[in-house]
């Protein structure tokens, strides 16, 4: 159980909610006590609606806590063990007997980090495969070579990672379905347009076992 709590950044936003309470609320995990609490901050809401959410801050009233890590929504129920408003605003709540998880994404995907070539109408640039699942892919160009071609949603690019595919000669035909700009990095996220069956079972064969590992 620790292990799905250590998943949660000190400072990540997570969502709370409250039997009687109509809207999902939103606050800061603060930390844990392993088997003991789980803190976090106070709920902000507006000044309309802070004595109906005191109201509702008592010991042993249950909530549902829930937060997004790695494509993921993680969660547990658990009862409030103390309110505490000084010096700060913080809910000190029952460590949970476990953890729920869902799956957002239909293919598991594993953060990874290897260079690629990628090739746009004859144009090839140097980049970074930040991560990987059977459907597709994100990459990351940083620098000169994100200025050498202007992407847009859809675009087809042949995609080249010897490291991963175990191979120079293996490319992978993807199409660009998100671009996330940043100053002089530029984030693609792509899916895979045709991948032979032998490079699908190298990138199944590296995301089990990456999964296993993180799992451990």
Do not use: W
Request: charged share 25%; proline share 4%.
């Amino acid at each position: 159980m620790e292990k799905g709590l250590s998943a949660i950044e000190v400072g990540m936003k997570v969502m709370v909610e409250l039997p009687g309470m109509k809207d999902k609320l939103h606050t800061r995990f603060v930390g844990y006590i392993n088997k003991r609490c789980v803190i976090t901050t106070i709920p902000l809401v507006p000044e309309v609606n802070r004595s109906m959410l005191y109201e509702h801050l008592y010991k042993g009233n249950a909530m549902t806590v829930r937060f997004i890590k790695s494509g993921s929504v993680l969660g547990f129920a658990t009862l409030i063990q103390h309110v505490s408003f000084s010096p700060f605003p913080l809910l000190f709540l029952e460590f949970p007997d476990k953890i729920e998880s869902f799956n957002l994404r239909k293919d598991s995907r594993v953060n990874c980090l290897f260079p690629v070539a990628m090739a746009l109408n004859g144009t090839t640039i140097q980049g970074a495969l930040l991560d990987i699942s059977k459907s597709g892919c994100g990459i990351g160009i940083q620098g000169e070579e994100s200025q050498k071609i202007t992407f847009e949603i859809d675009d087809v690019v042949r995609v080249q990672c010897p490291f991963l595919f175990k191979s120079e000669d293996e490319r992978v035909d993807c199409v660009i379905k998100r671009i996330n700009k940043s100053g002089s990095k530029v984030d693609l996220g792509l899916k895979f347009n045709q991948i032979p069956e032998s490079l699908l079972s190298v990138i199944h064969d590296y995301v089990q076992q990456m999964t296993m590992y993180l799992d451990d």
